[in-house]
C-alpha cells in the first residue's frame, strides 16, 4: 500500500483524547474516511465531561507533584518544565482550531485564573520556598510569587483565610497566568466541528464489542447499535482506542501481545461543591496543596473555582474510592471481567506492591460527609456543612502493568500510548494529567505510528503548533512569542 492512499480510520469513544487526534487526522488526511463510535448518546459525558474532571489546565504553575525535593534537599524542576511546554502546546492546538474558525467562543472552554500552591507547617514551608527559588529561575514560571506573610495570602485566597489561627506557619506561591478548562465544551466544540465533514461520520450510541484481524491485514469491528440491537461490522485499517476506562478491557479484546500483561485499577473520584455565591466570591483561584504522605499524584487536595457555562462554584477534592467500574456508566463486571490467565499474577502482585494505595482507597471508601469536611477545614476553616454537597467525579484507570525496571504489578500513573508492532492499533491508556496534555499525547500518536507521513504532515504541524520540533524550556522568545499569541486567540487577556 502506497502511503498516498486514503485509509479507513475508526475511533472508539467521544472523549477529549479521540476528538483531539481526529481534529489533527481531519486537517492532516483530510481524504481518510473516519468513523467515531461513541456508546453514550452524546459526546463527553465520560471523564471529558466538565463536572466529571477538576478543569485545571495542568500547566505545573500549581501542582506540586510535579516539583520533587531530592535527598540533597535540592527540588527538581524537570518535570515541571516538560508539563508546562505540553500545556503550551496544548492552548496553541486549540488557537489554531479557533483561528481556522474549526471552533468558536474560547471562553466557553478556557478562562484565565490564578493557579497557587499553598501548605502548611514549618518542613512544607521549607519546600514551597526552595520550589520557589528554584522556578523563579526558569523562564517559564519567571512570574511566581512567594509568600508567608497571612495579609498577602488573605488578599490572594480570602476564603482560606476565615478563621485560620494566626500564628499558623503557612505558605503560598502564585502564578497569574493559570487556567480553568472546561474540556467537555471543548470536546463537544471538536466533536461538531468533526461531524461537519463529508467523509467523516460520527455514531453515538454505538458500543464497539470486538475485533477480528482479516487476512487482508485489515480490522473488522463488531459493533453494537444499542437503539436498534442489530450488530454491524466495520472494517478499518487503523483502530484508535480513546475508550477511557474501557481501553484496557477493548486493547485486551484486540489480542495483540502488547495487551497482554497489562490490567487496570479503577479510582473513582469525588469532590465537595459549594453553590453558595457568597462563599463562592472569596475564592478565585486554583489552590493546590501536599498530597497525604504514600499517595499517587491524584490525591493532591485542591480548592478551585469552577466556571461551567454561566454557573461559578468551588469545587474541593478529589477524594478517592475504589470501585470495580471502569466508566462511570459502566458494569459492576468491568474489574472482574478484565482480570483474564495472561494478567493474574500481575494484578496480585500489584495489591501487594500497592498497599498504602490499597489501605487510602479503602479508607476514603469508608470516609463519610464529616470526614470530608475535616479535610476541607485545612483548607478553609470556617466551612459550613450546609454550604458543601458531595458529587462523584469521573474514574480513572490507572495502568498495572509488569516491567522490567518495576517489575511484576506497576502501578503506573500517566497517559501511556500502547500500540500493535504493525502500528494498526493505538490506544491510549491511563490517566493524569489528561486531558491537559491530550494534544502531545496525539502528536505522540502521530510520530511514532504514522512515521511514513511525517515528512508531509511536519510542516502541516507546524502551521497549527508554531513550536512543534523547538524546545519552549530552551527558547525563551519562542516561549514568550508562543503564549502572547494563544492568550490572545483564547482572548485569555480580556475576560
Ligand atoms: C476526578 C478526575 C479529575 C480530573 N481532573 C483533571 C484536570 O483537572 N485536568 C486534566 O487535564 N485532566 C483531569 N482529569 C483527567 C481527564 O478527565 C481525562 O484524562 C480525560 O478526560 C480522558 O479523556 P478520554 O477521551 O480518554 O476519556 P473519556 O472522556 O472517558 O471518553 C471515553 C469515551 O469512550 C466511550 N467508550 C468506552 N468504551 C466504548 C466502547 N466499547 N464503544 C464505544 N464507546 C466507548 C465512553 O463512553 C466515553 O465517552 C481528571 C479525571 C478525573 C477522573
New binding site residues.
Given amino acids: 500500500m502506497s502511503n498516498s492512499e486514503s485509509k479507513d480510520v475508526i475511533l ?7 476528538t483531539t487526534f481526529g481534529s489533527f487526522i481531519k486537517d492532516l488526511a483530510p481524504d481518510w474516511n473516519i468513523k467515531l ?4 448518546e452524546k459526546p ?5 465531561n466538565e463536572r ?5 489546565g ?1 500547566a505545573a504553575l500549581c501542582e506540586l507533584n510535579y516539583t520533587v525535593e531530592q535527598k540533597d534537599g535540592s527540588v527538581d524542576v524537570e518535570k515541571a518544565k516538560e508539563i508546562n511546554e505540553e500545556f503550551e502546546i496544548s492552548k496553541q492546538f486549540w488557537s489554531h482550531l479557533v483561528k481556522s474558525n474549526q471552533i468558536q467562543n474560547p471562553q466557553e472552554f478556557i478562562r484565565p485564573l490564578p493557579h497557587i500552591s499553598f501548605v502548611q507547617g514549618p518542613r512544607n514551608v521549607n519546600f514551597l520556598k526552595k520550589r520557589f527559588e528554584a522556578l523563579s529561575t526558569v523562564p517559564m514560571f519567571k512570574e511566581i510569587e512567594y509568600t508567608e506573610d497571612h495579609n498577602k495570602i488573605k488578599e490572594w485566597m480570602p476564603l482560606m483565610m476565615e478563621g485560620r489561627d494566626p500564628n499558623e506557619t503557612i505558605a503560598a506561591s502564585k502564578i497569574n497566568e493559570g487556567t480553568d478548562v472546561n ?1 467537555g465544551e471543548l470536546t463537544r466544540k471538536m466533536a461538531s466541528n468533526l461531524a461537519k465533514q463529508d467523509n467523516i461520520d460520527m455514531y453515538y450510541k ?3 464489542l470486538d475485533f477480528n484481524r482479516r487476512k487482508d491485514g485489515k480490522w473488522e469491528a463488531k459493533i453494537k447499535d444499542l437503539r436498534t440491537k442489530k450488530i454491524e461490522h466495520h472494517i478499518a485499517d487503523y483502530i484508535f482506542i ?5 481501553a484496557i478491557p ?1 486493547l485486551q479484546k484486540t489480542g495483540i501481545p502488547e495487551s497482554k500483561h497489562l490490567g487496570g485499577f479503577p479510582i473513582s ?1 469525588a469532590f465537595l461543591v459549594c453553590n453558595n455565591p457568597e462563599v463562592v466570591a472569596k475564592h478565585e483561584a486554583k489552590v493546590y496543596g501536599k498530597e497525604p504522605p504514600g499517595t499517587p499524584p491524584m490525591t493532591v487536595p485542591h480548592l478551585d473555582r469552577r466556571y461551567i457555562q454561566d454557573h461559578n462554584s468551588l469545587l474541593f477534592g ?1 477524594f478517592a474510592a475504589i470501585g470495580p467500574k471502569f ?1 462511570k ?1 459502566g458494569s459492576n463486571l468491568d474489574l472482574f471481567k478484565s482480570i483474564n490467565p495472561s494478567n493474574v499474577l500481575t494484578m496480585v502482585s500489584s495489591a501487594f506492591k500497592n498497599f498504602p494505595l490499597v489501605k487510602y482507597s479503602i479508607q476514603e471508601v469508608l470516609a463519610k460527609k464529616e470526614d470530608r469536611m475535616k479535610e476541607l477545614r485545612r483548607f478553609v476553616p470556617d466551612a459550613k456543612d450546609e454550604d458543601w454537597d458531595i458529587h462523584v ?4 484507570v490507572q495502568v498495572i502493568k509488569d516491567t522490567k525496571e518495576h517489575g511484576r504489578g506497576y502501578i503506573q500513573f500517566g497517559t501511556e500510548v500502547v500500540n500493535s508492532k504493525d502500528h494498526s492499533v493505538i490506544a ?1 491508556l491511563g ?6 496534555t491530550s494534544v502531545s499525547v496525539a502528536l505522540e500518536v502521530l510520530e511514532k505510528n504514522f512515521p511514513e507521513y511525517m515528512d508531509k504532515w511536519t510542516p502541516e504541524i507546524q502551521k497549527m503548533i508554531p513550536s512543534y520540533g523547538k524546545s519552549l524550556i530552551e527558547d525563551e522568545a519562542l516561549l514568550r512569542q508562543v503564549r502572547q499569541a494563544s492568550a490572545s486567540e483564547l482572548q485569555l487577556n480580556n475576560v
Avoid: Y
Fill in positions: 472508539i469513544g467521544a472523549g477529549v483524547l479521540s463510535f461513541e456508546r453514550l463527553a459525558i465520560e471523564s471529558s466529571n474532571n477538576a478543569g485545571t495542568h474540556f454505538h458500543e464497539v480513546g475508550a477511557g476506562g474501557h477493548l473520584g478529589p466508566l456508566n467525579a469521573g474514574k480513572r491510549l490517566e493524569s494529567p489528561g486531558a491537559s
